[in-house]
């Protein structure tokens, strides 16, 4: 089974993530990018599972 390292990352500062961003998961204001997605500090872990998800499912899918 492969496995895929993901980083978290976190914005250099605040500047970096925009004032109109919202967390993809609960809609409050972002705090962090989570991979190219907006999310608040106490959905990053979420935010990462359902991506990790969906990689699965279109794997899946293509039978890879």
Same mark, same amino acid.
């Given at each position: 089974?492969?496995?895929? $390292?993901? @980083?978290? @990352?976190?914005p250099? %500062?605040? $500047? *970096?993530?925009?004032? %109109? %961003?919202? !967390?993809?998961? !609960? #809609?409050?204001?972002?705090?962090?990018?989570?991979? #190219?997605? $907006?999310? !608040?500090?106490e959905? $990053?872990e979420?935010?990462?599972e359902?991506?990790?998800? @969906?990689?699965t499912?279109?794997?899946?899918? *293509?039978?890879?």
């Amino acid at each position: 089974m492969k496995s895929k $390292a993901v @980083k978290i @990352k976190q914005p250099a %500062s605040d $500047a *970096d993530v925009k004032s %109109s %961003s919202v !967390c993809i998961i !609960c #809609g409050r204001p972002a705090t962090r990018v989570v991979d #190219g997605d $907006a999310s !608040c500090e106490e959905h $990053a872990e979420l935010v990462y599972e359902d991506q990790l998800e @969906k990689y699965t499912q279109q794997h899946s899918r *293509d039978r890879d």
